[in-house]
DNA sequence: CTGAAAGCGCTTACAG
DNA sequence: CTGAAAGCGCTTACAG
């Protein structure tokens, strides 16, 4: 990059000092009592020489870099690419700026993330954190950086963090899908402790037992991040063909996606033999032949709360830490029918 | 944020100069000829202390940030979200990190995301370029700083890109519909001077001159970028209510998606009464009731190859600049299909 | 009202 | 083989 115009060149332009030009560029000219005319004569200067302030320089100086580091999943997921998006904007209003890594639900390649991050002084996190990476997000609290957890959680960690009910968004789809006469009911999920899972099962399970429906272990089919696709091809296909269930209810749009796959091509028909529920939106989701009843998150709090919070931890450190429950809807379409 | 353990710190805790120690840790022992023992004296040391590098520091002397500012429309967007995860992968590789911004087609928010991004110094940038912002690229290229364009592109700017051949993908698509007995073919494609959909457009022209059938302007239905869904709901509708063509080709998923949903609400048949094809992908396009059949573009290639051309430019800036032109290649799935 | 100076944490040519 | 020193471009307490 060729040179580029720095503090002292526009200072000796005018023959001032470089102090003098820090105070009018930054809008301190009233606590440094700079006079008007110097002002003026300044941002002209500035304004001639198109002065640009080099951020690395004063971000050393600051010991902050206005810059948030957001660690998600995968990024190239809707639902973390939406979220994104808001965090972006909101961010880029105050003045700052994010950088991005993708986990793909891995501890390790996560560690690395925020050791990547660490290294470039981001001012604080948003992390929607791998399975038993607890320890991570301690050490970053430890160090005194902000943090605020998204869409996931730990029992018992004190850190901000923002995400919906999951236990009871869970218990109302599946309430749904009972009052819609099934009481077959199965339920595709991740194989992971993560808590914002378990709870989604604690829903399904705690509704069944309710309405008196027997819980039964093969029917709660589990797949793992890593062999999602393999996973749904065998275990899930051994529900669903022969049809042993009259309902099923996907934890994520993932599982959902490759669910909807699957109940294609065996040609069920949906909500006839089969009502469907899902968490999460894709765009699939209306176009599926029987558009998908679920339940909604809404990304841009999610997205909106996280900077929020980051901002608040950034003016005041020491406050203490807040959950945000964002709001969860059932946005209740034909698949989840109640025709058999 | 806490102290952190600095270079001097390691340095003053064995006793050494902080030269010895930034030499060791940039593994540059041999060149300063450093003895055995000290390097490992020192690497125990900074082990010990826990040492990270600062590398705004690092930053500031060196005057290159490891940094890449990625420009697209709209992050939340799977075409772009799809790329951004693979250019994030990409660079990770190199020792690069990733900021990215929104710029809704808006050349006054690229413009302000440039700016962000020129004052934290980053090293290259990646962009996919705004309607009328040939002006703001060839600044960048002015202050010599790398950048290379993905998916648009401006005729006559010398400058590194990457992009399909859009006349020819487009052109591709159409004969497909005319092969399949269609004659009258409708496009809706984005109001914008940008070459790649005017590119688009062309090739669709071009097939239908080709072919002895006349062009219909009213069939080439425009939607500007602000305001699409509105264009779609009165432009499009138009001419699909009633039924005036019987074959529709759409120049991007975002406009196919919306489209598609304009089809199903009026019933329209597909392939029965209309065929369609469109750019790009969307989950969604599996679970259309007629799968739908489109130019895919390989978003890996397009990604993989924006970060070659960033990286080789960052290591040689004078060489000549290069236009990648990635694959596309036609998915062929019922939704064209060839029976009225 | 304005300037000189120290210092943020690094790297690297230079001297020894 | 190792250390002292300058300098990257800022900010800010201090002195005048």
């Not at 997000?137 to 998204?150: A, F, G, M, R, T």
């Amino acid at each position: 990059m060729d040179k580029k115009t720095s503090l002292k060149d526009v200072a000796n332009h005018i023959g001032v000092s470089a102090a003098l030009v820090s105070y009018v560029m930054n809008g301190k000219e009233r606590e440094a009592r700079v006079s008007e005319e110097m002002v003026k004569k300044i941002k002209i200067a500035a304004a001639e020489l198109n002065y640009q302030p080099n951020l690395i320089a004063k971000s050393l100086k600051m010991g902050t870099t206005k810059t948030i580091g957001l660690i998600v999943a995968d990024i190239s997921n809707p639902f973390f690419s939406n979220i994104a998006r808001i965090i972006e904007d909101e961010a880029k209003k105050q003045g700052y700026v994010v950088i991005f890594g993708s986990s793909d639900e891995n501890a390790a390649k996560q560690s690395d993330l925020i050791d990547v991050f660490t290294t470039r002084l981001v001012d604080a996190f948003i992390i929607a954190p791998a399975m038993n990476t607890v320890d991570q997000i301690q050490q970053i609290l430890d160090k005194n950086v902000p943090v605020v957890l998204i869409d996931r959680f730990f029992p018992g960690l004190d850190v901000d963090c923002v995400h919906i009910d999951n236990y009871n968004a869970s218990a109302n789809a599946v309430k749904q899908l009972v009052k819609n006469g099934r009481k077959k009911i199965g339920m595709l999920a991740y194989d992971t402790t993560q808590l914002h899972m378990q709870e989604r099962k604690r829903g399904y399970k705690a509704i069944l037992k309710e309405r008196n429906i027997r819980f039964r272990k093969e029917w709660l089919v589990e797949a793992s991040y890593q062999e999602m696709d393999k996973d749904v091809a065998t275990k899930l296909a051994a529900i669903l063909q022969p049809l042993q269930i009259d309902a099923l209810f996907f934890a994520t749009n993932s599982l959902a996606v490759a669910g909807m796959k699957a109940i294609s091509k065996m040609g069920i028909r949906v909500p006839g033999e089969l009502a469907i529920i899902s968490f999460d939106e894709s765009e699939a989701f209306d176009f599926f032949y029987s558009p998908v009843t679920y339940v909604s998150q809404s990304l841009t709090d999610i997205g909106r709360e996280a900077v929020r919070l980051v901002l608040q931890r950034l003016h005041n450190k020491s406050r203490k830490h807040h959950t945000v429950i964002v709001e969860a809807r059932l946005v209740v379409r034909e698949s989840c029918g109640n025709n058999l």
